[in-house]
């Protein structure tokens, strides 16, 4: 989503410049161009995409406004020619080559003509838009295998975005802020106390975290990245998903904490009903990048309520007069305002521990409970396994040999755990820990963290017979445990010790622990979007 059109536009129509432009429009609107296929035009406010066959081409208008500027012809070559070097590392299926637009001396005009040029189009192949992210949620389409794939596309993104300056990114954020609060007033179309209520929730969260953001942009966490990263900008090519469209005419618009533009595709799955998903991709993301970004759970409610603000301003500006109340545009802009209040408003957190013996079913349930559990989008599952891997520096797919899982070491990993799920809390932020929580004090240093922030605490401890287990652990493919069906057996002899958490039987189906420990939480609502009768995909990264 490029910013709001909130002043003046210029766009210089009676100049010979914008006289060509509407020839070349003209031009390549005309099947002829293109050996007679058909043609469809898309007109946003600072592009026209021509679409024939398999070939878009997407030309900058004759324009100017405060964040962009186009109204000259080198400078909307030089923004075709920034828009490939930005978009193609990520998106290489889809971004070609700068075309030029020329005319002959005989006034005809050409793509890619010995001419003079006239005017300059990105060249990209042409995809399926039903395969957008925001199509695909709709149609409830997002598979688990899908959202591990985003996962991993920006990790990759953000690893490899250089790193920008910090105090013009934080500086911004006070002035984003007023600006949708002025266009939500100048609009007239919503609650006056809902936009004093968000307003000064979102300065008062600011004044909390800036110098958390500040600490971040000191590590270089602020990168010049994607920027624009909702789901209509990430599409579906094969079976991976596939970034497009990034910011390319202001790197300071685009240059922001990295949790900043991954909060604009976590706010969107929400916005679409996608909790699960956006669950998924939150828990993915911080495995992947665990060490940089679990320090900034704190800012994600002002960043996702600011996204979400920052498109309800776009979509009301677009509305006119004789819009009513049953406009599409206008219905979409309520919705992602009500978003934008909620997220500011987040319920307290809790700590829920889910243990058993290996082959319980513990981090398939975790996985399902995290997205019940509030602020959105859900609770940080934090597993003992992908712990002790993360300690030994390896991949979660990676076997660590049996002296990996001494006593002393797992004391360490546990000791790692309960740190992690204690700064996690104390951001306001519910977390899951998945282990097995075999011994007393195992289960006691769990309860003592909710303890010592104050917040509610629930242990589930999973039960299920030895062959169940054991049936399930030798089923197992693609997973960070390395429990075998040998050490399932040997925790047969086991001395759990008296247990004061709720006791679970996970002997039957995934839905039904499920559904035992979300009456066990009182959690009234069932229902889950993921597929519990089948593993997991990898996390990734």
Same mark, same amino acid.
């Given at each position: 989503?490029?910013?709001?059109?909130?002043?003046?536009?210029?766009?210089?129509?009676?100049?010979?410049?914008?006289?060509?432009?509407?020839?070349?429009?003209?031009?390549?609107?005309?099947?002829?161009?293109?050996?007679?296929?058909?043609?469809?035009?898309?007109?946003?406010?600072?592009?026209?995409?021509?679409?024939?066959?398999?070939?878009?081409?997407?030309?900058?208008?004759?324009?100017?406004?405060?964040?962009?500027?186009?109204?000259?012809?080198?400078?909307?070559?030089?923004?075709?020619?920034?828009?490939?070097?930005?978009?193609?590392?990520?998106?290489?299926?889809?971004?070609?080559?700068?075309?030029?637009?020329?005319?002959?001396?005989?006034?005809?005009?050409?793509?890619?003509?010995?001419?003079?040029?006239?005017?300059?189009?990105?060249?990209?192949?042409?995809?399926?838009?039903?395969?957008?992210?925001?199509?695909?949620?709709?149609?409830?389409?997002?598979?688990?295998?899908?959202?591990?794939?985003?996962?991993?596309?920006?990790?990759?993104?953000?690893?490899?975005?250089?790193?920008?300056?910090?105090?013009?990114?934080?500086?911004?954020?006070?002035?984003?802020?007023?600006?949708?609060?002025?266009?939500?007033?100048?609009?007239?179309?919503?609650?006056?106390?809902?936009?004093?209520?968000?307003?000064?929730?979102?300065?008062?969260?600011?004044?909390?975290?800036?110098?958390?953001?500040?600490?971040?942009?000191?590590?270089?966490?602020?990168?010049?990245?994607?920027?624009?990263?909702?789901?209509?900008?990430?599409?579906?090519?094969?079976?991976?998903?596939?970034?497009?469209?990034?910011?390319?005419?202001?790197?300071?618009?685009?240059?922001?904490?990295?949790?900043?533009?991954?909060?604009?595709?976590?706010?969107?799955?929400?916005?679409?009903?996608?909790?699960?998903?956006?669950?998924?991709?939150?828990?993915?993301?911080?495995?992947?990048?665990?060490?940089?970004?679990?320090?900034?759970?704190?800012?994600?409610?002002?960043?996702?309520?600011?996204?979400?603000?920052?498109?309800?301003?776009?979509?009301?500006?677009?509305?006119?007069?004789?819009?009513?109340?049953?406009?599409?545009?206008?219905?979409?802009?309520?919705?992602?305002?009500?978003?934008?209040? @909620?997220?500011?408003?987040?319920?307290?957190?809790?700590?829920?521990?889910?243990?058993?013996?290996?082959?319980? @079913?513990?981090?398939?349930?975790?996985?399902?409970?995290?997205?019940?559990?509030?602020?959105?989008?859900?609770?940080?599952?934090?597993?003992?396994?992908?712990?002790?891997?993360?300690?030994?520096?390896? @991949?979660?797919?990676?076997?660590?040999?049996?002296?990996?899982?001494?006593?002393?070491?797992?004391?360490?990993?546990?000791?790692?755990?309960? @740190?992690?799920?204690?700064?996690?809390?104390?951001?306001?932020?519910?977390?899951?820990?998945?282990?097995?929580?075999?011994?007393?004090?195992?289960?006691?240093?769990?309860?003592?963290?909710?303890?010592?922030?104050?917040?509610?605490?629930?242990?589930?401890?999973?039960?299920?017979?030895?062959?169940?287990?054991?049936?399930?652990?030798?089923?197992?493919?693609?997973?960070?445990?390395?429990?075998?069906?040998?050490?399932?057996?040997?925790?047969?002899?086991?001395?759990?010790?008296?247990?004061?958490?709720?006791?679970?039987?996970?002997?039957?189906?995934?839905?039904?622990?499920?559904?035992?420990?979300?009456?066990?939480?009182?959690?009234?609502?069932?229902?889950?979007?993921?597929?519990?009768?089948?593993?997991?995909?990898?996390?990734?990264?």
């Amino acid at each position: 989503m490029k910013p709001a059109m909130t002043h003046q536009t210029t766009t210089h129509e009676g100049t010979p410049d914008a006289a060509t432009q509407r020839q070349v429009l003209a031009f390549l609107a005309d099947p002829a161009t293109h050996g007679g296929v058909a043609v469809r035009r898309i007109d946003t406010h600072a592009a026209v995409v021509f679409l024939a066959g398999d070939r878009a081409l997407k030309v900058k208008r004759a324009v100017r406004f405060p964040f962009l500027d186009y109204s000259t012809l080198a400078r909307r070559k030089a923004a075709c020619d920034e828009e490939i070097r930005i978009n193609r590392p990520a998106a290489p299926q889809i971004y070609r080559r700068v075309a030029a637009i020329t005319r002959s001396d005989d006034g005809a005009l050409r793509i890619d003509g010995d001419g003079t040029p006239v005017e300059y189009a990105v060249d990209m192949a042409r995809f399926d838009v039903d395969a957008t992210l925001e199509h695909l949620a709709e149609a409830g389409r997002l598979e688990p295998e899908l959202i591990a794939g985003l996962v991993e596309a920006i990790a990759v993104s953000h690893r490899d975005a250089p790193v920008a300056a910090a105090e013009g990114w934080i500086a911004s954020i006070p002035s984003i802020v007023a600006a949708n609060t002025a266009a939500f007033r100048a609009s007239r179309r919503l609650p006056e106390p809902d936009i004093d209520a968000l307003d000064a929730a979102c300065r008062s969260a600011f004044t909390a975290i800036r110098a958390c953001l500040e600490a971040r942009g000191r590590r270089g966490l602020v990168r010049r990245c994607h920027g624009d990263l909702h789901l209509a900008n990430i599409v579906r090519i094969g079976r991976k998903p596939v970034l497009f469209d990034a910011i390319e005419f202001d790197p300071a618009i685009a240059s922001v904490d990295v949790l900043y533009d991954l909060s604009f595709t976590l706010m969107d799955l929400l916005h679409h009903q996608r909790r699960s998903e956006a669950n998924s991709l939150l828990n993915g993301y911080l495995a992947a990048t665990l060490d940089d970004n679990l320090d900034g759970l704190a800012a994600l409610p002002l960043f996702m309520s600011m996204r979400a603000a920052i498109r309800a301003h776009v979509l009301l500006a677009r509305l006119s007069a004789t819009d009513n109340e049953e406009t599409p545009a206008l219905v979409a802009a309520r919705g992602y305002f009500a978003l934008a209040l @909620g997220l500011m408003a987040p319920p307290r957190p809790m700590l829920v521990a889910v243990g058993g013996l290996s082959g319980t @079913g513990k981090t398939l349930l975790a996985r399902a409970l995290a997205e019940s559990l509030d602020p959105p989008p859900g609770a940080v599952v934090l597993r003992s396994d992908v712990a002790r891997k993360q300690h030994f520096h390896v @991949g979660e797919m990676q076997r660590l040999p049996a002296d990996a899982y001494r006593p002393e070491i797992n004391a360490i990993v546990y000791r790692i755990l309960t @740190g992690q799920a204690e700064q996690i809390l104390a951001q306001r932020h519910s977390t899951i820990l998945d282990a097995v929580f075999a011994k007393p004090a195992e289960r006691l240093a769990a309860a003592d963290v909710a303890r010592k922030l104050d917040v509610p605490f629930a242990g589930l401890f999973l039960v299920s017979d030895l062959a169940t287990r054991a049936s399930r652990v030798e089923r197992r493919a693609f997973d960070a445990s390395d429990a075998t069906v040998d050490l399932v057996r040997q925790q047969q002899d086991y001395d759990i010790g008296q247990l004061d958490w709720h006791v679970i039987d996970a002997s039957g189906t995934p839905a039904q622990t499920l559904q035992r420990a979300q009456a066990a939480l009182g959690l009234t609502d069932g229902a889950t979007s993921l597929d519990l009768n089948q593993d997991p995909p990898p996390r990734r990264g």
